[in-house]
């Protein structure tokens, strides 16, 4: 293209000239068509002058025409030294595209809808699934398409739509009469026909979702980057079970403080922080603990202190040997646990601590045990035989082992309720309801202890089980 700040180029015959006139500055300068020195390039230049030569020639013979007549060389490119100056640059011509070929028009017939599932629950996890619906479908039949793939009413419920085009995260178009429900077919029409890739979804919305109410966020306060209205809720609120906790555990022998109370050992306080408060309302909130019964976790158990072995100030006593001849040594059988069992030969003396048990029991006549009666009195006696294997053991052992490790409850004053409701032997424990246990007498906190030493008793009664209680 012409730039009117340079001067305009030479014809042939003037770039003829300028080579005759300055052969070697020309090549030196870099003007243009003086690309060869005759030094450096002989041959080329030689060519050149030649070339040059008969330009000269036809200039000269050009000059001799008579006026009127227009030279014969060809003019140079460009308008002329004197028409810039008066006239200004030359405007170039404007480009003229040819005409576009017309195109068919897409026909749509149906369109694709994204509708989300489990709206209508609070805290559930959203889903999709994706319907095609026919673009000249009315406006109260899509809705009721759309409402029955996402199980709400039709009547209560409030929609909205958005496209690709929309922003992310702004507000939703209503969809809630037929004028826009049309609008927003349109809209999809229109994004269809321009479509070359893309796959256009019309995406329902559901402008009322349930929702768990929780407290409102501080003015100012920032989104987070993981906080989406598609992700389930990962926090409870436990505040009431809390609250029903304090309240229950506030103890009035330590004000101010809460304890729990064993039911094994009324007496004894255990206090709770609130670390351990706050694990107990919890387990309460996913039903795994009551106010009554606390969490299974280690701080609530039952683990045995280590006794303190410190010496003793008094003096030790002096032992006792007594010899008793032709008996067995302290031993069990069958689940009867005997002082001095008999010998195969039946000669000796045989001691039964669970037999004296019962008759001290049966010749006391009252049910309650006095100071005295509180621990077992041994009878010796020759003729008692011992229990064979496979008879289930009375049901006054049960009342004397739980009485031994819970004298509290006086456990054998109601060894005559349950002789009298038929419960003699430990195998008709499983048989009667925890209901008719408490009536005769047994503490409510100790039949399910009541229950499991009476199968313990009858294991060992069959040979099965050890023969050492644990509690």
């Known amino acids: 293209m012409y730039n009117p700040n340079q001067p305009p180029p030479l014809n042939q015959a003037q770039l003829a000239r300028a080579r005759a006139q300055m052969p070697r500055a020309g090549w030196w300068l870099n003007n243009p068509g003086q690309q060869y020195h005759p030094d450096y390039h002989p041959q080329q230049y030689q060519r050149q002058r030649a070339e040059d030569d008969a330009w000269q020639q036809q200039f000269n013979a050009a000059q001799q025409q008579p006026p009127g007549v227009l030279p014969q060389y060809e003019p140079p490119d460009g308008p002329p030294p004197g028409y810039i100056f008066a006239h200004g640059p030359m405007q170039p011509q404007p480009l003229v595209r040819a005409p576009r070929q017309p195109q068919a028009v897409q026909v749509v ?9 489990n709206t209508g629950v609070a805290n559930g996890l959203v889903s999709r699934v994706d319907i095609r619906l026919p673009v000249d479908i009315s406006f109260d039949d899509a809705i009721s398409r759309i409402t029955a793939r996402m199980d709400l009413d039709p009547l209560k419920c409030h929609l909205g739509y958005k496209y690709h ?46 929702r768990q109410t929780t407290a409102s966020k501080s003015r100012g306060t920032k989104r987070s980057a993981d906080d989406s209205e598609n992700d389930p809720s990962t926090s409870v609120s436990f505040v009431s079970e809390l609250r029903q906790l304090k309240g229950h555990l506030s103890c009035a022998r330590h004000p101010g403080s809460w304890c729990y109370v064993d039911r094994i050992k009324p007496d004894d306080h255990i206090p709770l922080d609130i670390f351990k408060l706050t694990l107990w309302a919890k387990k309460i909130f996913f039903g795994d603990a009551t106010l009554q019964n606390p969490p299974s976790e280690l701080s609530f158990d039952h683990v045995p202190k280590k006794r303190k072995m410190a010496a003793s100030t008094k003096p030790n006593a002096t032992p006792v040997q007594v010899n008793i001849t032709n008996v067995m040594p302290f031993g069990d059988q069958s689940g009867q646990r005997r002082v001095n069992a008999p010998t195969p030969s039946g000669s000796g003396t045989s001691m039964s601590a669970t037999t004296s048990f019962s008759d001290s029991i049966a010749s006391a006549g009252s049910p309650t045990l006095s100071s005295s009666s509180s621990s077992p009195v041994c009878s010796c006696s020759s003729s008692s035989p011992p229990i064979p294997a496979g008879t289930p053991p009375p049901i006054n052992n049960l009342l004397y082992d739980l009485h031994q490790a819970f004298p509290i409850y006086n456990l054998p004053q109601c060894l005559p309720n349950l002789r009298a409701a038929g419960i003699k032997t430990v195998d008709d424990v499983p048989g009667t309801t925890d209901e008719a246990l408490e009536a005769l007498g047994v503490s409510e906190v100790l039949i399910e202890d009541f229950r499991h030493h009476a199968r313990l008793l009858s294991l060992i009664a069959y040979g099965d089980g050890v023969s050492t209680p644990r509690f």
């Open 165 to 210: 085009d929309d922003k992310r995260r702004g507000d939703s178009h209503q969809l809630t009469d037929e004028d826009q429900w049309r609008a927003a077919i349109d809209h999809g029409i229109q994004l269809i026909r321009r479509a070359r890739t893309r796959r256009v979804v019309l995406e329902i919305e559901n402008l009322q979702p349930a």
């Open 109 to 117: 017939t149906h369109i694709d809808i994204s509708v989300p599932l």
